[in-house]
C-alpha cells in the first residue's frame, strides 16, 4: 500500500518563477493537507483540501499561493513569482474522514518537497 | 487546540526505555494527543494518539494521566534510528483539522 508521494523531491527555482509541488494522498484518502517547514522551525499549516473544495487556507500567504485538489490527479500547491523567503520544506498529509464521533482521522506524511530560490 | 509543553531535548542509551513527557494541562475532553516524530528532514512519521486510555503499537505506549493533563511516550527499545525529533499535538476534532506543530524533544539515542 503506498503511502503518500510527493514530487518532485527537491526543486530548484530562481526568483520571480513559478513552483508546482504534487502531492499524491494515499490510496482511499480523500484529505489532503500541505504544511511548511523553515529551516530550523517546526512545521506550520498552509491549507486543507479535500476532492474540488478548499475546506481550510488560513495559513497560506494572501498573495502568490494557491493550491488545488482536483476530480482526478494529485494536489497541487502552486508558488508563483517565487522568493528567497519561500525557500523552505513542504509537506503533504493525506487523511481518510469516518465522518463518525469521535473523529479521530490521522494525517500520514509525504517526504516533502524542498524548494530553494537562488 | 490546546497548547503543549515538551522537553527541548533528551538522551537515551541504546537498549533502554526513552520516556518522552509531555504536558498538556489545558487540554478538553474532546481533545486527542497525537505523538509524531521527525527524523532529520524526512517527512513527520505517525507513531500513536489517545483520547484517555492508554494506548500501545509496534511502535510505542502511549501513557496518559487520569486528569488527562500530560501524557507520556515509551519507546520501550531505544535503537540508534528513534533519533528524531518527537512532537506532542493535542487535537480538538471538531474544530478544524490542522495539526498545531511546536518544537517538540530532540532525542538523541547514544549507543
Known amino acids: 500500500n503506498a503511502g503518500v508521494m510527493q514530487n518532485p523531491r527537491h526543486l530548484v527555482r530562481r526568483r520571480g518563477q513559478e513552483a508546482r509541488l504534487r502531492c499524491s494522498p494515499m490510496k482511499g484518502h480523500s484529505h489532503v493537507y500541505w504544511y511548511r517547514q523553515l529551516p530550523e522551525e517546526g512545521l506550520k499549516f498552509m491549507v486543507y483540501?479535500?476532492?474540488?473544495?478548499?475546506?481550510?487556507e488560513s495559513g497560506m500567504p494572501k498573495e502568490r499561493f494557491s493550491a488545488e485538489f482536483p476530480k482526478e490527479g494529485p494536489s497541487i500547491l502552486r508558488i508563483q513569482q517565487v522568493v528567497r523567503g519561500d525557500s523552505a520544506a513542504y509537506f503533504c498529509a493525506s487523511s481518510s474522514f469516518s465522518g463518525r464521533l469521535p473523529i479521530a482521522d490521522t494525517q500520514y506524511f509525504g517526504p516533502g518537497t524542498r524548494l530553494t530560490v537562488l | 487546540d490546546a497548547k503543549t509543553t515538551q522537553p527541548t531535548s533528551m538522551d537515551c542509551a541504546e537498549g533502554r526505555a526513552a520516556n518522552l513527557p509531555c504536558n498538556h494541562s489545558?487540554?478538553?475532553?474532546?481533545?486527542?494527543v497525537y505523538w509524531y516524530r521527525q527524523i532529520h528532514s524526512q517527512g513527520p512519521q505517525y507513531i500513536i494518539h489517545g483520547l484517555k486510555n492508554n494506548e500501545t503499537n509496534e511502535m510505542a505506549s502511549l501513557i496518559i494521566t487520569e486528569d488527562r493533563k500530560s501524557s507520556t511516550l515509551i519507546l520501550p527499545h531505544a535503537t540508534l534510528r528513534d533519533t528524531a525529533v518527537y512532537y506532542c499535538?493535542?487535537?480538538?476534532?471538531?474544530?478544524?483539522?490542522?495539526?498545531?506543530w511546536g518544537l517538540g524533544t530532540s532525542l538523541a539515542v547514544n549507543p
Open positions: 483540501l479535500q476532492k474540488e473544495n478548499i475546506i481550510d
Open positions: 499535538i493535542v487535537r480538538a476534532l471538531n474544530r478544524g483539522r490542522k495539526l498545531i
Open positions: 489545558t487540554i478538553s475532553g474532546n481533545e486527542y
